[in-house]
């Protein structure tokens, strides 16, 4: 079969987005897959461009293949040494069948197919390489975290100075403390794997974090100034957004500096990877206060119990801890705008549970309503340090309208009891799986800074972990879609209303754009 690699010049080249790979025909190209420097530094390759095509004459298989790629530090400095990986020679890998990931090796996105269907993208799989590009002396990582916390960050910072030592030899990492700023405005923290040995037990972040003060040249003159050379960037989206600065910085100023981002975030909103660390542990967790509202309002007449919980523009821990209560009489979140009067409104269904069930519990992400609540409330366009806009409290809006309604206009006595645990589910320590997690993230991000990787976040793609592109990321958000399966069971396990009375006067002004994504989406996934 005929192999070979087109340049654009030559005719057959794919425009595709940055960093976009697109091949052909399935695992039998990489057979022949020359090492990246080969084709991203030829001549006619602008350097923009990433993508190859593989010319193919077998019919059977001419189906495109796609590679959303990570950068390599090859493709700015071409002449790299490698070394052998020294867990060639560890005695935990040596019964391993296969100690190092091929490099054909790629993680397929969508993996609900149908025969005729593309086969859409593909990430490379994460793991340990047979080469690395840098040796264990001469490795000075650093370690930063940013943003809100999560459960888990702390097992994240263990397990990468432990990766990096154990399985790499290297014995020089520096802890930047309080986030970005702190690269140009804090001392450094010299961490060891006796150091960090029981931070995994403790919530929050050993490292301090904070939001804004992300000033790339100041950051990356830092780096340099200090020798740094592999920089692992723990933080939600914004922090991702912030690591692809530096790492293009780090790539104008040709520096050998690989920059692997890890990705964290309490509301699961960051796209293409399955789940983000911490979430299982904060879904559990708001259990708790569910389980507290249901104890409290069942227990009283007429009870009422509302439960705050994070979740800025994905309503994921809302909807993920009410499918597992079975408490929740109503989940209200970002994605689905909801009204308080009329026909089909809160109110009414309040008041039919409390005639049912004598008691009713809500579940509210703290993203709600917020459009309508600012129809009723002076609109603050407040933000915070790294530019986030601050939410209205729907929490304490919602409380004080119902009770307004109940009490003044029903005249019905009720017992409103609200429970605000939002800081309380992030932070505490990772649960026993968020801690397997976690020790993956930090493990493959160890193992594609030491093969060269560079500019990516690492991530579990259906269950297998691999290295993403940044931009991919950060372009768009994850957040519960209404059509999916997911929230469909939670509209049947609640039986609430689907909030899709479009009546002005009833606040229901929004729910117009929720109908005609509906209508225009069909119900996905499972
Ligand atoms: N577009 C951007 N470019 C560079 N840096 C950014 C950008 N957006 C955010 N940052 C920086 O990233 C850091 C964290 O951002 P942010 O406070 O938005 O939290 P996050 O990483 O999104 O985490 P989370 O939202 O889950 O708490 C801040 O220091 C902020 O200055
Ligand atoms: O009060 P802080 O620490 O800025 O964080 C609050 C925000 O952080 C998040 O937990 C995201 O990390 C949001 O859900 C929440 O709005
Ligand atoms: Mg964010």
Redesign the pocket.
């Known amino acids: 079969m005929d192999l070979s690699i087109s340049s654009p010049l030559c005719g057959a080249f794919v425009a595709a987005p940055t960093s976009t790979l697109i091949l052909s025909p399935k695992s039998r190209f990489f057979r022949s897959f020359k090492p990246r420097n080969s084709y991203l530094n030829h001549p006619l390759v602008p350097r923009q461009y990433f993508p190859i095509r593989a010319q193919v004459s077998d019919p059977a298989v001419d189906d495109d293949f796609v590679i959303a790629d990570v950068p390599h530090l090859t493709s700015f400095l071409p002449d790299l040494p490698t070394y052998p990986n020294p867990l060639q020679n560890s005695q935990a890998y040596a019964i391993v069948k296969q100690t190092f990931v091929r490099p054909e090796d790629v993680v397929a996105q969508k993996i609900v197919v149908q025969r005729d269907s593309s086969r859409g993208k593909h990430f490379r799989r994460a793991g340990p390489r047979e080469k690395v590009y840098f040796t264990s002396e001469e490795v000075r990582a650093c370690i930063v975290t ?5 459960p888990g960050i702390n097992t994240v910072i263990r397990e990468i100075v432990c990766g990096l030592n154990y399985m790499y030899g290297v014995n020089d990492i520096l802890g930047i403390q309080g ?3 702190g690269f140009y405005s804090k001392n450094t923290l010299t961490l060891t794997p006796k150091v960090v040995n029981d931070i995994h037990k403790r919530g929050g972040t050993f490292l301090l ?6 000033d ?1 040249q100041k950051i990356v003159d830092n780096i340099q100034d200090r020798g740094i050379n592999q920089v692992y960037i723990i ?11 530096i790492f293009e910085e780090v790539e104008k100023r040709g520096l050998k500096v690989a920059v692997a981002g890890i990705p ?4 699961n ?2 796209a293409v990877i399955d789940k983000s660390f911490g979430f299982d542990t904060a879904v559990e967790e708001a259990q708790r206060a569910i389980n507290a509202a249901h104890v409290e309002v069942e227990s009283v007449e007429n009870g009422i119990g509302i439960v705050k919980l994070m979740g ?1 523009y994905s309503g994921f821990i809302a909807m993920f801890a009410t499918l597992a209560s079975r408490d929740v009489d109503c989940c209200l979140i970002p994605e689905s705008p909801f009204y308080l009067e009329g026909k089909d409104g809160l109110f009414e269904f309040i008041e039919e549970r409390l005639k049912e069930n004598g008691h009713i519990v809500i579940v509210v992400a703290e993203g709600a309503g917020q459009e309508y609540l600012a129809q009723s409330m002076h609109g603050i366009n407040e933000k ?5 806009r601050l939410l209205l409290d729907v929490g304490l809006w919602l409380t004080q309208n119902i009770k307004d309604h109940f009490t003044k206009e029903r005249k019905m006595a009720i017992n409103m009891k609200y429970i605000d645990p939002t800081y309380m589910i992030r932070a505490i320590p990772s649960n026993a799986s968020d801690n397997i997690y976690c020790t993956l993230l930090a493990q493959s991000a160890v193992h594609g800074a030491m093969a060269g990787y560079t500019g990516f976040t690492v991530g579990p793609v259906n269950s297998r972990h691999a290295y993403i592109p940044i931009s991919h990321v ?1 372009e768009t958000q994850n957040t519960v879609k209404l059509t999916d399966r997911m929230w469909a069971r939670l509209l049947a396990s609640t039986n609430q209303p689907s909030f899709l009375n479009c009546d002005e006067s009833r606040g229901g002004k929004v729910c117009k754009d929720t109908i005609d994504l509906i209508n225009n989406m069909k119900i996905t996934s499972t």
């Open positions: 940013c943003g809100g916390l999560c986030g970005y700023r974090t904070s939001r804004g003060g992300h790339t933080g939600g989206d914004g922090t991702q957004r912030g690591a692809a600065r964290k975030t309490i509301d909103d960051i800025r915070d340090a790294s530019g986030n950060t």
